[in-house]
């Protein structure tokens, strides 16, 4: 029987820009066999990986979008009307997720969340399958308590590629929000194990300064502590 600290064979490793998930193949009553495959895929900080899964840019366009795109990774983007207008015209001219993901994040970097909701709703009208309507959706259901519905948000995928099979390569947003979402719903459902095989990549993709690292550790210690009450409590009543 599998250890409870250990973690699923789900998430096992990033190897340097890569990553490999292995997991159990199972037989029809949910029994693990001793069948482990491997899974390798690609995790970049390349944008053009996200600009690519929509609709494509004219040069002219993706340069101007590129160049809103350098703004908004500043430490204090300056997001002015300008800069709204600019990416409102970019988003309604082409059919690409990317370029409405980063209209609804300067929207709520500008305050205006009245706008940032609107977005949101058109976003997940557009690109239903998207991973930023997932993530969307899933964060929604972790804010209004509905754990039940949080893994249906990801088709019950708890790796990246099971949830996309044909994407070989990831961005490293991508897969910061998709573990870091999975650890919190993890920590919500006091499941350590799973906990631990989302703890393990976002260590390796956050840097050592990044406060969703620090906040990563706070839950798993928690989550470890409560673990330990657990076998103590276990231990007083059932002594020997």
Known sequence: ??????????????????????????????????????IEFKVSDNSHILLELGAPLSNDDQEAFLAILDILSLETPQVDEKLIMDLQILAEKYHNPFVWENLHTTYILSGNLRQALTIENAIKTRFPNGFYTRFLKSARALEEKRLEDFEACFNHCANLPMLYPKRKVFHSSEAKMFHFQWLLYCTLISDLRRAESHFIPLQALLDEDDPALAQAREFMKALRKQRKDIVLSNRQFHPG
């Open 1 to 38: 029987m599998m250890d409870e600290l250990t973690p699923e064979l789900n998430e096992v490793c990033y190897c340097g820009s890569g990553e490999k998930y292995k997991y159990c193949c199972e037989e029809k009553d949910r029994i693990p066999t001793a069948d482990i495959r491997t």
